[in-house]
C-alpha cells in the first residue's frame, strides 16, 4: 500500500483504487475514492484551493440542500438517460422526504441509514436498492464533477440483499374485474390485458409503435437490458395492438395513477402492476409454452 503526504492532503492506493483525505482545522474532514492517481491529485488540487479562497460556499456552511442537488442532477444527468421517467419519479420522491431539507454536507451515512430503514417499510428491496444507487451515483457526480468537497454517505451503509422475489398472483375476481370489470378507462384495461396477454413490462407497452407489429410477433426494438427482443403475440393480443391507439395515449405517470386508482375501486391490496408480468409468465408455463 503506497502512501504519501501531499501538503494538507492524504493519498493512499489501496485495493487499485486511490483514496484521499484532507484534514483542515475549522472544516469538516473531505475524503472522497478515485480510479486513478491524476483525478485523486485534480481532486486534491481544486479542494485545497477552495480551502485557501475560504470557499465558504462549499466548504464551510452555507452547502445547498439535497434538493437543491436532486433538481440540478434530474435536469443535467437523469435526462440523458434512456430511463428517465422512472429515475425522475424516485428523485422526486426524494425530494418529497425530510432528509432533502438538509444541506448537502449534513446527509452524513447515519441519516442516510434512517432513510434507508424507514423506506424499507414503504418499498419493495430491489425498489430500494434502486434509488440508493440513484443516490449514490448523484453524489458521484456533485464530487467529481461539481466540485463539492463532501463525503458520498452511500459507500458507508449497507444496502438491501437477499431480495425476495415475488410471487403475487392474480385471484379470478381481481382478473374479471382488471380485464371484463365495468369501468370507463379503455386505454388502461388494454394496456393491463396485454401486459397479462404478452408478459411486457409497463414502458415497453408504453413505447409500443404500429411499426413494432411484424405479423404475429412483437419486436421491441429497446428493452430494459438494452437489447431488442421478438415476443411472440397471442389472438387477443394481436386483436389489442391492431384495434387501438399507438402509441397508447397514456403517459408512464398517468397508469401509475389510474392503475391506483383502479386497485382502490376493486379493493385489490398488495399488487403492483410489475406482478402482471409474473403473472403472464406464469399462465405461459402452465399452458405449456
Known sequence: MAHKEIEMGTLRRRNNKWHVQIRRKHYPSQTSTFNNKLAALRWIRNT????????????????????????????????KKRGYTAEKYHLKSLIRNKIARLPINLVTSQRLAEYR????????????????????????????????AINNPCKMIAKPNGIKKRERRLSNEEYNFLVKGNYPQQTLRNIIELAIETAMRRGEILNIKPEHIKGQTLLIPITKNGDERTIPLTKRALYILENT??????SA??????????????NITNLHFHDLRHEAISRFFEKGL
Do not use: C
Not at 391507439?245 to 397514456?250: G, H, K, N, S
Not at 405517470?253 to 376493486?266: E, F, I, M, P, Q
Open 48 to 79: 485545497e484551493v477552495k480551502l485557501e479562497q475560504n470557499d465558504v460556499g462549499l466548504l464551510r456552511k452555507d452547502y445547498p440542500r439535497l434538493k437543491s442537488l436532486i433538481e440540478r442532477y434530474i435536469n443535467t444527468v437523469s435526462v
Open 117 to 148: 430503514d424507514e423506506r424499507a417499510d414503504k418499498v419493495e428491496p430491489s425498489t430500494l436498492l434502486r434509488e440508493l444507487n440513484i443516490i449514490q451515483h448523484l453524489f458521484n457526480i456533485a464530487i467529481k464533477e461539481w466540485g463539492f
Open 245 to 250: 391507439q399507438l402509441p397508447f395515449p397514456m
Open 253 to 266: 405517470n398517468a397508469v401509475r395513477l389510474a392503475w391506483d386508482k383502479l386497485k382502490k375501486k376493486g
